[in-house]
């Protein structure tokens, strides 16, 4: 059965301070994996996108790494900032465009 | 990329009426998705709505609960039909777009959502 799963649930961490959260799927065939950020009360809006061929992905402060053979996924945060508070959703795309979604990390930063 | 809107943003509704929520994008797209994300949850496809033919709906939704309508390729409603307390929740309208990274994927592009609570 295609899953993604992420952890942990929820996570607060000071303004400042650096993070990691973390994704594992079981999606077969993969075609990519995505990070979205949703803030509360909007909708998602992708950080990165990567294939099976790459490890690391970076856009700003936050850098994706991906490891096709162990089928898992981080999203680091640096240097992390009040606005980072939301929802970070990890998303698997099988070939044929089908989107698997994680439920989600929900971040708080507190200051 | 590919900016979306949505109608209406939020809204409260009595048990057994009908709520019909619009997604405007501002490109043609061949395809919207419709989500559903309810509370603390992932967000869950609905269907898929294609310009000039029916919608395809995934598992555990059906056409009588949530029609779609798609007259042309910028623009698609979805009604939440006879609506319960279950049916509370975000729904999302979405779309694929290059992305705009130098990849040669396409990405997904999400609307605001339209946040339902049913009484």
């Known amino acids: 059965k295609n899953q993604v799963e992420q952890s942990p649930q929820s996570l607060i961490i000071l303004e400042g301070k650096n993070c990691t959260l973390q994704?594992?799927?079981?999606?077969?065939?993969?075609?990519?994996l995505r990070w979205y950020k949703q803030d509360t009360g909007r909708g998602p809006v992708s950080l990165t996108i990567m294939t099976f061929s790459e490890n690391t992905k970076s856009n700003g402060r936050y850098t994706a790494t991906l490891d096709a053979d162990t089928k898992q996924s981080s999203l680091h945060i640096t240097a992390s900032q009040l606005s980072d508070s939301a929802s970070y959703i990890c998303?698997?795309?099988?070939?044929?465009?089908?989107?698997?979604f994680g439920q989600g990390t929900e971040l708080s930063v507190k200051p | 990329s590919a900016v979306i809107s949505q109608k209406p943003s939020r809204d409260i509704c009595q048990r057994g009426t009908s709520l019909t929520i619009q997604c405007q994008v501002d490109s043609q797209v061949t395809m919207m998705f419709w989500y559903r994300q309810q509370p603390g949850q992932s967000l869950t496809l609905i269907a898929t709505a294609n310009q000039g033919s029916e919608a395809t709906y995934e598992s555990g939704f059906v056409i009588d609960k949530f029609p779609i309508s798609r007259p042309n390729l910028t623009f698609s409603t979805l009604t939440v039909s006879n609506m319960s307390p279950e049916d509370s929740s975000i729904y999302l309208c979405?779309?694929?777009?290059?992305?705009?990274?130098?990849?040669?994927?396409?990405?997904?592009?999400f609307g605001p959502g339209t946040r339902l609570t049913v009484l």
């Open positions: 998303v698997v795309s099988a070939w044929g465009g089908k989107l698997i």
């Open positions: 979405s779309v694929e777009g290059t992305s705009g990274r130098g990849v040669g994927y396409n990405e997904q592009f």
């Open positions: 994704c594992n799927y079981t999606v077969s065939p993969f075609s990519n």
